[in-house]
């Protein structure tokens, strides 16, 4: 099975740097994605890592190392709009299951002026 | 393009009710899924639909069925609805080979 552990909550003021956290135990994935879901909206994606590695969006960066079992989303110059919800999600690995996503509980972000 | 669409934004159930909810992409997209979401618990995954035609059990798929009608929507109905079926569903759709899913924006159930 496949289960992913994210902090509830994390605490920023505007301009600063924050990271958000994610481990996970699975028995084989595709890659780790990272959804954006504001209060009554919708989740948005931000981010797909296949390789282990960084990549960057913008202001926005995720991160992925297999063998740690561990990503993380990177969110540079916050701002108040940043405050939402931050969910990763594997995609598992196998014939039947690779067309789902697993999400995590997600990461509350609440940025401070 | 309207995205993914989804019908009713709202609705109110008494116990043993039943009723469908509505998902349409126009995208084109191959794969369509329907998730609920519960306070502090992320998304759950309840069926998905890999391609028109075919239907899967997710994560949680008791006291729901679906009909992928065809390649645009994709329906979930609750038979007989239950209070512990209170929450917010989402269906969300993705082109094969892409990586990111596309989210309607959600049904506000409450079932007394």
């Known amino acids: 099975g496949q289960s992913l552990e994210q902090p509830s909550e994390v605490t920023a003021v505007e301009g600063a740097i924050v990271q958000i956290n994610c481990t996970y135990q699975?028995?084989?994935?595709?890659?780790l994605s990272w959804y954006q879901q504001h209060d009554g909206g919708a989740p948005t994606f931000l981010s797909y890592?296949?390789?282990?590695g960084l990549e960057e969006t913008g202001r926005f960066s995720s991160f992925l190392s297999r063998s740690d079992s561990y990503g993380y989303l990177l969110l540079q110059e916050l701002q108040m709009k940043d405050s939402a919800s931050y969910f990763c999600a594997v995609r598992p690995s196998g014939m039947d299951s690779s067309y789902k996503l697993i999400f995590g509980s997600g990461t509350r972000l609440l940025v401070r002026p | 393009n309207a995205g993914v669409t989804q019908t009713p934004k709202f609705q109110v159930l008494k116990t043993g009710q039943s009723m469908t909810l509505q998902c349409a992409q126009d995208?084109?997209?191959?794969?369509m899924y329907w998730y609920r979401q519960d306070p502090g618990m992320g998304l759950r995954l309840i069926y998905y639909?890999?391609?028109?035609?075919?239907?899967d059990k997710g994560e949680v798929p008791n006291g729901y069925n679906v009909s992928r009608l065809n390649k645009r929507e994709f329906s979930l109905r609750l038979e007989s609805a239950a209070p512990s079926q209170t929450s917010v569903y989402f269906c969300a759709s993705k082109l094969a080979g892409d990586n990111e899913q596309f989210f309607g924006p959600g049904t506000r159930l409450t079932v007394l």
């Open positions: 890592n296949a390789l282990d």
């Open positions: 639909s890999a391609s028109e035609g075919t239907t």
């Open positions: 699975t028995s084989g994935f595709y890659g």
């Open positions: 995208m084109n997209h191959n794969s």
